[in-house]
């Protein structure tokens, strides 16, 4: 029998993702499956335990393995430079456990000279400039609360045709930049027909096609219906991933590409293949306005998109 949501969202949560190989670097506690707790449990109880000891006003911890009490300070810190010298990958563990992982991540991307972003909150690096020239203008991060718990669903970059952006904020607006990102700098990118597409990168490991489809039904529905005069359009909303088939398996790393092209047509891509194609201005403003309107999936991510737009001016 499948697991039921609740299962899933217990024993699954955020992990930390290679954006190149599309594999899992790290998972936390609450995101271990069934055969990785087991294995940890076995790896923690294989782990000498300590114990502490009153002597007098001081307490000894020892360890139970050996009975030994452990080195002063000092000696350990020699012992670990010592360790540094014989070992050179000890400093390279030491700073991996510190934080750096996202910064290794990051390097990773950038082999080859190719530049990149990394968003802060899951670790994913996007590309600066895509193959047909559309530029990053911002990263964030989809956050979704289930039975309490606030879940990572996918962190995503947002990309456009700037050149084309930049004529029509100054057709509209001027060539001064306004002191501050505004409703209207916003509303001109939403009811534009630039090209842009939002690339989103799967970080909850257990997420399910269907679970994705609902999740579209619900922002998506809801962006069109504040569009369309308080009116909802589910024969629109379902033609985004409607054809998309419950058989694709979206792992941690997967990439759901969503693209505005000229003409107001939105194509949507799983995993490099296309899944729908559909012509419409509703739902291409839509789209946009679920990352750039006046209640954005990520109010940073719109911030940031915000103050790329004003340095078009």
Do not use: W
């Not at 909303?237 to 058989?247: C, E, L, Q, R, Y």
Request: a negative charge.
């Amino acid at each position: 029998m499948a697991p039921t949501l609740e299962e899933v969202t217990t024993k699954a949560g955020m992990v930390e993702i290679d954006p190149k190989k599309g594999l899992a670097t790290k998972a936390t506690p609450e995101n271990i499956l069934p055969t990785e707790e087991a294995a940890m449990v076995e790896k923690t109880m294989a782990e000498p335990k300590k114990s502490s000891s009153t002597n007098g006003d001081q307490a000894v911890v020892k360890d139970t393995a050996t009975g030994n009490a452990p080195k002063s300070d000092a000696v350990q810190e020699e012992n670990n430079e010592v360790s540094k010298d014989q070992n050179p990958t000890a400093e390279g563990s030491e700073a991996k456990s510190s934080g750096d992982v996202v910064v290794k991540e990051e390097m990773k991307t950038r082999e080859g000279n190719v530049p990149a972003q990394t968003e802060p909150k899951t670790g994913v690096s996007f590309p600066v400039r895509l193959d047909d020239g559309k530029q990053l203008d911002a990263v964030g991060m989809r956050k979704k609360t289930i039975l309490g718990l606030g879940i990572k669903i996918y962190g995503f970059g947002m990309y456009a045709d700037n050149d084309k952006l930049k004529e029509i904020l100054r057709s509209k607006i001027g060539t001064k930049a306004p002191s501050k990102p505004s409703k209207e700098m916003y509303q001109l990118v939403i009811d534009s027909d630039v090209g842009m597409m939002v690339r989103l990168v799967i970080v909850f490991g257990s997420l399910t096609m269907n679970m994705v489809k609902k999740n579209f039904d619900e922002g998506l529905g809801g962006s069109i219906k504040k569009l369309n005069g308080g009116k909802k359009n589910d024969e629109l909303t379902n033609k985004v991933m409607g054809a998309a088939s419950d058989d694709i398996k979206l792992s941690a790393g997967s990439v759901i590409e969503i693209t505005r092209l000229p003409g107001f047509i939105l194509e949507t891509k799983v995993k490099d293949e296309v899944v729908s194609k559909v012509e419409s201005e509703l739902l291409c403003r839509a789209y946009v306005h679920m990352y750039l309107g006046d209640d954005p999936f990520d109010k940073e991510a719109k911030e940031r998109f915000g103050m790329s737009l004003l340095s078009m001016f």
